[in-house]
T-cell receptor
Framework: GENVEQHPSTLSVQEGDSAVIKCTYS??????FPWYKQELGKRPQLIID?????GEKKDQRIAVTLNKTAKHFSLHITETQPEDSAVYFC???????????FGTGTRLKVLA | EAEVAQSPRYKITEKSQAVAFWCDPI?????LYWYRQILGQGPELLVQ????????DSQLPKDRFSAERLKGVDSTLKIQPAELGDSAMYLC??????????????FGPGTRLTVL
């Protein structure tokens, strides 16, 4: 069935360093890839997304890249800050069922 | 800014009891999703509605779970009887239109269920 793998499961970086989270999807029909940030006890919040006709998208310190051939997309956070500490989820939406498949999450810790 | 509303925020129940969760999507959003999120894992889709119709309920344990969205607006998810393994966060989300391949999904605050 459809699957999204996410790595790493935990990531610790020093404040100011960059963080990279990677996801791989199985359904080649997927065409929309959002990233969500979830702080403890709060709802997942959309932070950035990318469509399948785009290779890269950037919003201030956050960027997402997509490699359709490899079925792989990544989240890049530069100049990390303590408030970036949270769990990050990637997701893939298939064009057939319009269903979202989520990754297992990455717990990011930014050390001050 | 409009948000998805859910209630209750927390629910503690004993196994074999019935529980119900309510969700009110963002006004005008035709698509509504119910997810279950076990601690440390990503959300798992239980059921997806387009207006009042079920689009996907392939992962819904139909022997004990039911969901409805009678007027195509708010929705209720029910568990009867609850089991210990049902302890999780139940998230509701909505999006503007099911058929849009790039439709953004917005989440509610969730209901944290504890089954004793």
């Amino acid at each position: 069935g459809e699957n999204v793998e996410q790595h790493p499961s935990t990531l610790s970086v020093q404040e100011g360093d960059s963080a990279v989270i990677k996801c791989t999807y199985s359904d080649s029909a997927s065409n929309y890839f959002p990233w969500y940030k979830q702080e403890l006890g709060k709802r997942p919040q959309l932070i950035i997304d990318i469509r399948s006709n785009v290779g890269e998208k950037k919003d201030q310190r956050i960027a997402v890249t997509l490699n359709k051939t490899a079925k792989h997309f990544s989240l890049h956070i530069t100049e990390t800050q303590p408030e970036d500490s949270a769990v990050y989820f990637c997701a893939a939406k298939t064009s057939g069922t319009y269903k979202y498949i989520f990754g297992t999450g990455t717990r990011l810790k930014v050390l001050a | 800014e409009a948000e998805v509303a859910q209630s209750p925020r927390y629910k503690i129940t004993e196994k074999s009891q019935a529980v119900a969760f309510w969700c009110d999507p963002i006004s005008g959003h035709a698509t509504l999703y119910w997810y279950r999120q076990i601690l440390g894992q990503g959300p798992e889709l239980l059921v997806q509605f387009q207006d009042e119709s079920v689009v996907d309920d392939s992962q819904l344990p139909k022997d004990r779970f039911s969901a409805e969205r009678l007027k195509g607006v708010d929705s209720t998810l029910k568990i009867q009887p609850a089991e210990l393994g049902d302890s999780a966060m139940y998230l509701c989300a909505s999006s503007l239109e099911w058929g849009l391949s790039t439709d953004t999904q917005y989440f509610g605050p969730g209901t944290r269920l504890t089954v004793l």
